[in-house]
């Protein structure tokens, strides 16, 4: 296939949209284009099955639902009442926890509910530094939990010489949750490579008499497959999104074993911060997670990790400085100016982008350039090796990310790697 005649086969639902608008009909086809003929290496982003994507296009989207099941504000809801006891058995199941909250629309406003149920405002909580791999909701000034909450933040180990540089500093944990005795501890990250120690963090939270939240959104996937330790039993309430590692539909998770703060989420969720669930998308959680729940989940999980190590080895061999030196999950972050002082996030993006080879710009500890160019590019493997993309193949990709840097985007170049990227795509499709 030529990369100038990238379209696939008109879907019934094409056809479906098309009748009635065939602006939008047309512009989802693009999209479908572009996803096919692009390798995602977005660490968040990830290609759900057709039953997944089928759930959401359903009729469920036609109710209101408000309230939980047995308890509604509306008539009608016998079957979106087992639709949602359904999701919330298999991720209690998935995640060995006592009690879950599928409603939440995202993490971010997971982890709302979270502040409003068990904070008041003006309280202190801690929080990785937010330009290290933490996230917006976990303190930054304009966000709700960064203007009505008082963030206080721990650092990662920045001294060269320690053989964990730029991993979480526990000890500084420690000081800085004891110092300020915030009221709950956040832990659970964007862009960190390696495994959270969440007993450490427990053990903190219990000497300076805080609650732990673990935003488990990066990896829900591993975390369920038994690949990346469990934050159960250690912290008292866990959050996450259900649509990057863990495969499912664009939403949030709440999840916890404890009985009084389950049913402060329930309330905060609705009505605190929400009004109607969105039942499509808790039908497509609830088929996520059945499918997470297969031997077969597992098995991709641990490819996942797998090819991760393979991207991040191969780059490594090509010169490249990972953040930590590497990665035990999905994840890694390149510092590019390991290979180039002059290249930027934002360069390195676009350049990609042109090569079919989708990424994201993202700040490293300490990086003196600003969000909208950066020293890093953050690469994650959960959508290639949905694919079927295996080791061999991500040294492949990796190879073909130092042809278009070393090349600095020369058009020629980024021609020929759209070739090969598209070759690599027709013989790996997204799932259909
Ligand atoms: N925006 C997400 C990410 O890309 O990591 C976090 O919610």
Known sequence: MSTTDLTSAPTELDRTIAETDPDVA??????????????????????????????????????????????RYYGGCTFHD???????????????????????????????????????????FASLVLADGGHLSHGMKLNFSGKYFNAVHYPLIYDLDDPRFEQIDYDAVRDVCMEHKPAMILCGYSAYPRVIDFARFRAIADECGALLMADIAHIAGLVAAGVHPSPFPHAHIVTTTTHKTLRGPRGGLILTNDEDIAKKIDRAVFPGVQGGPLMHVIAAKAVAFHEALQTS?????????????????????????????????????????????????????????????????????????????????????PALTTR?????????????????????????????????????????????
């Open 26 to 71: 047309r512009l989802i086809a693009a999209e479908r284009d572009r996803q096919e003929h692009t390798l995602e290496l977005i660490a968040s982003e990830n290609h759900t099955s057709p039953a997944v994507m089928a759930a959401m296009g359903t009729c469920l989207t036609n109710k209101y639902a408000e309230g939980y099941p047995g308890k």
């Open 82 to 124: 087992e639709i949602e006891e359904l999701a919330r058995e298999r991720a209690k199941r998935l995640f060995k926890c006592q009690f879950a909250n599928v409603q939440p629309h995202s993490g971010a406003q997971a982890n709302m509910a979270v502040f409003l149920a068990l904070l008041q405002q003006g309280d202190t």
């Open 297 to 381: 989940f597992t098995d991709y999980a641990k490819q996942v990790v797998a090819n991760a190590q393979a991207l991040a080895g191969a780059l490594v061999g090509k010169g490249y400085r990972l953040v930590s030196g590497g990665t035990d999950n999905h994840l890694m972050l390149v510092d590019l100016r390991g290979k180039d002082a002059d290249l930027t996030g934002a360069d390195a993006e676009r350049w990609l982008e042109q090569a079919g080879i989708i990424t994201n710009k993202n700040g490293v500890p300490k990086d003196p350039r600003k969000p909208m160019y950066t020293s890093g590019l953050r690469l994650g493997t």
């Open 388 to 432: 079927g993309l295996k080791e061999n193949e991500l040294q492949l990709v990796a190879e073909l990310i130092d042809r278009v840097l070393d090349a600095k985007g020369d058009e020629t170049v980024c021609a020929q790697v759209r070739q090969d990227v598209v070759d690599l795509c027709e013989r790996f499709p997204m799932p259909h």
